[in-house]
């Protein structure tokens, strides 16, 4: 079992940046391919950026690659996703989402573990 816990959303304007943590617990965090999702009212969950046990192999959506940076930290047991020139559209709780395999995915339903979410406002 894999307990997640995200932090760090708020309200921000357009061209700011956030920090989000996903601060895991229960089973050795170090196995887990981890990511980062997010939903909008009205539309379905969304690829954000996932990253490898390791964090040598890591992977972004398209509306986020250049802007978005995701690390993790296996000694500290979290993930972080860096956002960076961030955009109305960016608008939305997200989520962090472990597997219970090394392997990064960018398919919700191959993930075992969410957290609760945290809302991320973006405003023009």
């Known amino acids: 079992q894999v307990q997640l816990v995200e932090s760090g959303g708020g309200l921000v304007q357009a061209g700011d940046s956030l920090r989000l943590s996903c601060a895991a617990s229960?089973?050795?965090?170090?196995?887990?391919?981890m990511g980062w999702f997010r939903q909008s009212p009205g539309k379905e969950r969304e690829f954000v950026s996932a990253?490898?046990?390791?964090?040598?192999?890591?992977y972004y959506a398209d509306s986020v690659k250049g802007r978005f940076t995701i690390s993790r930290d296996n000694a500290k047991n979290t993930v972080v996703l860096q956002m960076n020139s961030l955009k109305p559209e960016d608008t939305a709780v997200y989520y962090c989402?472990?597997?219970?395999?090394?392997?990064?995915?960018?398919?919700?339903?191959?993930?075992?573990?969410w957290g609760q979410g945290t809302q991320v406002t973006v405003s023009s």
């Open positions: 990253i490898n046990w390791s964090g040598a192999v890591t």
């Open positions: 229960g089973r050795t965090f170090s196995n887990n391919g």
């Open positions: 989402a472990a597997r219970i395999i090394g392997v990064l995915s960018t398919r919700a339903e191959q993930y075992n573990y």
